[in-house]
C-alpha cells in the first residue's frame, strides 16, 4: 500500500488539512501538508475523523513501467555464463582493501589504482580467462549502509578476518548480512604472517557464530591469508572460482540493462560520475537511464581499473563509472533503461518529490534500518 500524503488525505476525506495536523501534533508530531503517512497511520488519523477510508491502489507510471521491466523473464535460451560477483566484508583493519589490492595486482598489470577506503572499489579482472567481479566496501562504522547494499548486489561474500583479531562486531555483522542475503560465504583468515598468531582461536569463533570449518567437517571454506606475502592467495581465488561453478551465475546480455548504484558523486570535470554494477543485460552508451532520483543519457563509461578506458558498453557483472546523469542517485538505487527520456524524467522527478517530503510511519518518523535496506 502506498502511503498517503496529509494533503491527500485531507482532499479524499473533505476536512481540512489543518485539522489532520492539529490531530499528528496532539500525536507529537509537528509537519506539513506534504508529508507522507503509512497506511496504518492515515487509518489511524481517519479513524479520529470518524471517516471510512479506502486504500485505491493507483498505477503510478514507476510502477508501470519499471515494474514491468522487472518482472521480464529472460528465456532459458538467452541465459549464458556470468562472473560471480564478490564482495569483501569484515571488521575495519582486518585487510579487506590490502587483499583485493593484492588479487589484482596478480593479473592486472601495474593495477596501481590508490585504495580510498571512503569509497567503493568495484573491479572485474580475468584469472586464467575466467572473469570474476570483486566489489571493496568501506570498513568504516559510517558506511554500514553502504556496505548492507554491497552485499545485496553480490554473489559470494569472502569475509575477511584478521587472526590476529579474531571474530569482531563488524564481523558479525556482516556474517548475519551475508546469511540475510543468502550467499555463499568464504573466509580469508588474513595475517596469517603475523608472529604469534593463533589460527584455531578465530576458526573457534567462526564456527560459534554458525561458520563451520570445513577442515571440522563444515561447511565453509576458510582460506589463510597474507595481503602481506601473498601466502593463501591462489588459494582464495580458487576457491572463490569453485563456488562460482559450483552455482552457475547466469544472465541475459540481449537485454535493456538492470544494474545498481554503488555510489555516485559530482566531479568537478566530468559532471556526476556514477559508479554502476550491471547485473543483467548490456548498458550502452546512449542508453536513457533512470536511477533512483536520477536520469539522464549514459554519456560516457570508464573502466574503475583503467580511467582512460572508454566502454562502448558494460554486459552483466561489469562495474562501469558512467556519465551522464543528471544528480548523483544514492547508493543501491536500481537503474533500469528507457526507451523514452520524457518517462525517465518523469519518474525521476517524482520520485525527487516525494523523497524531499517527509515520510510518517504509524509512530512518527521512518527510519532506514539495515534490514530495510535488505529487502
Ligand atoms: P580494511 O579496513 O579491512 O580494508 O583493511 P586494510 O586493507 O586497510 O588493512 C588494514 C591494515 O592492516 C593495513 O595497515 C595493512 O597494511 C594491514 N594488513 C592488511 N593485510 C595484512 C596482512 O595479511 N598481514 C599483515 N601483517 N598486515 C596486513
Ligand atoms: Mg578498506
Redesign the pocket.
Same mark, same amino acid.
Given at each position: 500500500q502506498l502511503p498517503c500524503s496529509v494533503k491527500e488525505l485531507s482532499e479524499a476525506a473533505g476536512v481540512p488539512a489543518v485539522q489532520i495536523l492539529r490531530i499528528l501534533m496532539d500525536e507529537g508530531v509537528m509537519t506539513n501538508i506534504n508529508a507522507q503517512m503509512d497506511p496504518e497511520l492515515t487509518e489511524f488519523i481517519a479513524a479520529e475523523l470518524g471517516v471510512d477510508v479506502d486504500f485505491l491502489q493507483p498505477e503510478t507510471l514507476e510502477d508501470r513501467v519499471l515494474m514491468r521491466l522487472e518482472e521480464i523473464e529472460d528465456p532459458e535460451e538467452s541465459l549464458v555464463a556470468r562472473a560471480p560477483v564478490v564482495t569483501?566484508l *569484515?571488521?575495519? %583493519?582486518? *585487510? /579487506? +582493501? =590490502? &587483499? &583485493? %589490492?593484492r588479487l589484482i595486482g596478480i593479473d592486472v598489470a601495474g593495477g596501481e589504482s590508490g *585504495?580510498i577506503?571512503q569509497h567503493i572499489r568495484a573491479y572485474r579482472i580475468e584469472n586464467n580467462g575466467r572473469p570474476m567481479a570483486f566489489v %571493496?566496501t568501506? *570498513?568504516?562504522e559510517a558506511f554500514t549502509e553502504m556496505r548492507a547494499r554491497g552485499a545485496g548486489v553480490t554473489d559470494i561474500v569472502v569475509l575477511?578476518v !584478521?587472526a590476529d583479531d579474531g571474530v569482531m562486531p563488524q564481523t558479525e555483522e556482516a556474517i548475519s548480512h551475508a546469511k540475510a542475503a543468502g550467499v555463499p560465504i568464504i573466509v580469508a583468515l588474513? /595475517?596469517? %604472517? &603475523?608472529p604469534g598468531v593463533d589460527p584455531l582461536r578465530a576458526m573457534t569463533d567462526l564456527n560459534t557464530n554458525g561458520l563451520q570449518p570445513s577442515e571440522w567437517g563444515g561447511d565453509t571454506e576458510i582460506v589463510k591469508? =597474507? !595481503? +602481506? +606475502?601473498g601466502?593463501g592467495l591462489d588459494e582464495l581465488l580458487e576457491t572463490i572460482l569453485t563456488v562460482a561453478e559450483l552455482n552457475e551465475y547466469v544472465a541475459n546480455p540481449d537485454r535493456a540493462a538492470i544494474g545498481t548504484c554503488l555510489e555516485s558523486q559530482q566531479d568537478a570535470d566530468r559532471g556526476v560520475v556514477t559508479k554502476v554494477l550491471v547485473q543483467n543485460g548490456t548498458l550502452k552508451v546512449g542508453d536513457i537511464v533512470v536511477c533512483g532520483d536520477a536520469y539522464g543519457r549514459v554519456k560516457a563509461m570508464l573502466d574503475p581499473l583503467s580511467p582512460r578506458t572508454r566502454l562502448e558498453e558494460a554486459g552483466p557483472s561489469v562495474p562501469v563509472n558512467l556519465t551522464g546523469l543528471d544528480i548523483a542517485p544514492s547508493a543501491g538505487a536500481r537503474l533500469y533503461v528507457l526507451d523514452d527520456i520524457a518517462e525517465a524524467r518523469e519518474i525521476a522527478e517524482t520520485r525527487g518529490k516525494s523523497q524531499h517530503n517527509e515520510y510518517l510511519g504509524a509512530t512518527g518518523f521512518r527510519q532506514t534500518t539495515l534490514d530495510t535496506l535488505f529487502e
Open positions: 569483501f *569484515g571488521h575495519v %583493519d582486518h *585487510g /579487506k +582493501t =590490502s &587483499l &583485493l %589490492d *585504495g577506503t %571493496d568501506p *570498513g568504516h575477511v !584478521a588474513n /595475517k596469517i %604472517d &603475523l591469508t =597474507s !595481503a +602481506t +606475502t601466502e
